[in-house]
Nanobody, 119 residues
Framework: QVQLVESGGGSVQPGGSLRLSCAASGFTFSSYAMNWYRQAPGKERELVATITNTGGSTSYLDSVKGRFTISRDNAKNTLYLQMNNLKPEDTAVYIC????????????YGKGTQVTVSS
């Protein structure tokens, strides 16, 4: 059974930092590209960061470039998102996603973790 379990969310003041984790199980983690999405109340879900299966390439939403870093540990089946210099507009539920088109379309999502940035 595929599971993606996010953790590390919370409430911080503007300028603060958080590190999100996503523990994966039930599939071959090292074969999947991984993404972090976020969804704020009343807004559409947006793709925040992407990392290839080997971790060799990453990409970011323009508004988080230079502040967020996506990484992964394939030995631990874990995805990370280091978030620095957080802003109120970063407030959202952050959702982990595993994606692969090898041998079919595989697209899995976690339930998310809440990040609130407020003074």
């Amino acid at each position: 059974q595929v599971q993606l379990v996010e953790s590390g969310g919370g409430s911080v003041q503007p300028g603060g930092s958080l590190r999100l984790s996503c523990a994966a199980s039930g599939f071959t983690f090292s074969s999947y590209a991984m993404n972090w999405y976020r969804q704020a109340p009343g807004k559409e879900r947006e793709l925040v960061a992407t990392i290839t299966n080997t971790g060799g390439s990453t990409s970011y939403l323009d508004s988080v470039k230079g502040r967020f870093t996506i990484s992964r540990d394939n030995a631990k089946n874990t995805l990370y998102l280091q978030m620095n210099n957080l802003k109120p507009e970063d407030t959202a539920v952050y959702i982990c996603n595993a994606f692969s088109v090898t041998g079919g379309l595989y697209d899995y999502y976690g339930k998310g973790t809440q990040v609130t940035v407020s003074s």
